[in-house]
């Protein structure tokens, strides 16, 4: 006989590397996914399959205090954009107000059988829930409903697996996959267990929710091996990344951080309007006056609700903002929830970041903008903010001389004429600084200019003190005086 094992899980979710997905009913038609938690290589060498059906759902929210019905309906509008980036098609949308959730089906009973009743006349085939759902009220609410029903934290997981392309995205969208369903795995197949009654064997044994559990506990420890090698490796491809000043693009997603990042570097990143089109961090070099550069960084875009296994997941591509010198917050200021997005994106660097980073907020399109008050509006709350268009070009100038002005504020530029240790100068110049030209004066004696970021440059002056002499240090960065800077470092 051949073994089977439900999971409940969504009609369009892609199936996991290693995962055998097929569809089946059962109990009077009701929509589940059969799930082979056994590991097949052949499957993971292939990749993710990702397949498309078309659902029609119903986006359901409740009003907890202290959250207010306007609020709620934002989140439904953000949700139903989230269902439609899945490839779901939203009927209707049902709210109710509560003091708390009900424990066995999150909404009232009477919400429950209205719900049931919507499903039947509009033909809805799925149920959305803007809250995070236990294990037990979806499979009682599929129960009465006779339909799939997910979660918002669900619906995200989904879609980052859609838009999964490199190795290293899947894996970390598996895992968080994993770690959701494994509480929501179910005993369905008892029968199953081992009842041989030789010695050593009596009893229930092993059941096959207990297997099921087993391995998806195996393949998480597999996964969590194999993103920490691909740490290891990111972090030696940063070390040669040391020198460069870092700037991160942050923000909500669809704020239009990757098209800001091909107008500012030129380059010819895939802009897609839909959410998370974005999941891989992607660095350009930025080129700026006066011979300076940054290495730009697109990063994965946030959310209200972001799932926290998903955060977890993605932590070496959210690294990358904790690496940079310099974060800039894009945001779409063509949104009429702008306060809530801008805290949204405070609230989840508040969990990936140690310490706070220097900040510049970025409007972006700006070409999209009716109501001129608003730029008013965000000035009063953001001094120091810069207005965008990636479309138009508008306001990309003054941006560019903002972070020239930001590199040349943590950098020392020096020219030097090297009298001793020649060649240790020369390596720690190539290794901890940029050095821009070299040459020789006319007693053959060598000569560097050098770019130093400020940490390296105190280094530099306190281990090679007396052995160069500065022959050149161009007016924006003569303040810094490197006596002073070798005492700061000493003390």
């Known amino acids: 006989m051949k073994r089977k094992r439900v999971v409940r899980k969504s009609r369009w979710r892609a199936a996991s590397p290693g995962l055998d997905s097929r569809q089946s009913s ?42 207010t019905r306007s609020q709620e309906e934002e989140n439904l509008d953000e949700l139903e954009r989230l269902s439609r980036t899945a490839g779901a098609e939203p009927q209707a949308r049902l709210v109710q107000e509560r003091r708390e959730p009900n424990v066995r089906t999150y909404i009232g009973r009477g919400k429950v059988d ?12 799925l149920v959305i829930f803007d809250d995070t759902l236990s294990p037990a009220q979806a499979r009682n609410l599929e129960e009465v409903l006779n339909r799939n029903v997910i979660d918002r934290t669900e619906l995200i997981l989904d879609i980052f697996a859609r838009h999964a392309r490199t190795r290293e995205a899947m894996l970390q969208v598996e895992l968080a996959q994993l770690q959701y369903m494994r509480p929501r795995l179910r005993r369905l197949w008892d029968h199953l267990s081992r009842q041989d009654g030789a010695i050593g064997t009596r009893g229930p044994g092993e059941t096959q929710l207990e297997v099921d559990r087993r391995r998806v506990g195996e393949r998480i420890a597999s996964l969590r091996r194999s993103l920490r090698e691909r740490d290891r490796i990111v972090a030696t491809q940063r070390k040669a990344r040391d020198k460069a000043f870092r700037v991160a693009l942050v923000g909500y997603t669809n704020a239009g951080k990757t098209s800001l990042m091909n107008a500012l570097a030129g380059s010819q990143l895939l802009v897609e309007n839909q959410l998370f089109s974005t999941l891989d961090a992607t660095t350009r070099r930025l080129e ?76 972006n399109k700006m070409d999209a903008l009716e109501d001129a008050s608003v730029v008013n509006v965000m000035l009063r709350h953001h001094p120091r903010a810069h207005f965008v268009s990636a479309r138009s070009a508008e306001g990309l ?38 050095v821009v030209r070299q040459g020789a004066n006319p007693e053959g004696r060598p000569q560097l200019f050098v770019r130093f970021p400020d940490a390296a440059f105190k280094r530099f002056i306190k281990t090679f003190r007396g052995n160069f002499t500065i022959v050149d240090a161009p007016a924006a960065t003569n303040a810094i005086d490197p006596i002073a800077a070798d005492d700061e470092e000493e003390t």
Not at 305 to 321: G, M, N, Y
């Open 26 to 67: 059962r109990n009077g038609g009701r929509r589940r996914r059969e799930v082979d938690l056994g590991v097949d290589s052949q499957a993971r060498d292939r990749g993710w399959q990702r397949r498309r059906v078309e659902e029609r759902c119903i986006l359901v929210g409740v009003v907890l205090p202290p959250r």
């Open 114 to 125: 209205e719900l049931d009743a919507l499903c039947q006349r509009l033909e809805a085939n």
């Open 288 to 363: 700026l006056d006066g011979g300076s550069h940054v290495l730009l960084t697109d990063t994965v875009g946030f959310i209200r609700k972001l799932p926290h296994d998903l955060v977890a997941s993605f932590r070496t591509t959210l690294s990358e903002i904790g690496d940079a010198d310099l974060l800039l917050h894009v945001v779409d200021i063509t949104t009429p929830n702008l306060a809530a997005h801008i805290d949204t994106v405070h609230e989840v660097l508040g969990e990936i970041l140690e310490m706070p980073r220097d900040t510049f907020v970025v409007f």
């Open 397 to 434: 100038t003054a941006l560019r001389r903002a972070l020239l002005a930001q590199v040349r504020s943590r950098t020392v530029e020096l020219e030097i004429e090297i009298l001793q240790r020649a060649s240790e100068i020369f390596s720690f110049c190539f290794r901890a600084g940029e």
